[in-house]
């Protein structure tokens, strides 16, 4: 989890992550969102708009951490969506949750 973390805190140094479900929203819909993060506490509503979105759009979404975990990751307060803009930092990241995944059970 923490190789994930860490992935998201160089995708947001280089500029390529966005922030809050409103800004992840226009990401999403732009077609710049290449990975959404959502958190796992993330209010149900979130959740729902994001998930349909990303749905309808194509884009690949996955259900990880906390709120508090993924704000610290990006620099800033709790945060309920982070969506990656970047097709390498994207594909690390994913591949780095599924190994997760995978060994996890």
């Known amino acids: 989890m923490n190789k994930i973390f860490g992935m998201i805190g160089l995708a ?6 966005s922030t809050g479900s ?4 226009k ?3 732009s077609g710049r969102a290449k ?21 309808y759009y194509k884009v690949k979404l996955i259900e990880f951490s906390d709120m508090g975990s ?8 709790d945060r309920a969506v982070v ?20 060994e996890k059970g």
């Open 35 to 55: 990975l959404v993060i959502i958190a796992g506490d993330a209010s149900e509503n979130t959740k729902k708009s994001i998930c349909d979105s990303c749905s």
């Open 22 to 25: 409103f800004i992840c929203l």
């Open 12 to 17: 947001k140094r280089a500029g390529k992550v």
């Open 70 to 77: 993924l704000g610290h990751a990006t620099g800033g307060g």
């Open 83 to 102: 969506s990656v803009n970047d097709n390498n930092f994207a594909k690390a990241i994913l591949d780095i949750f599924i190994s997760c995944e995978t």
């Open 27 to 29: 990401a999403i819909r």
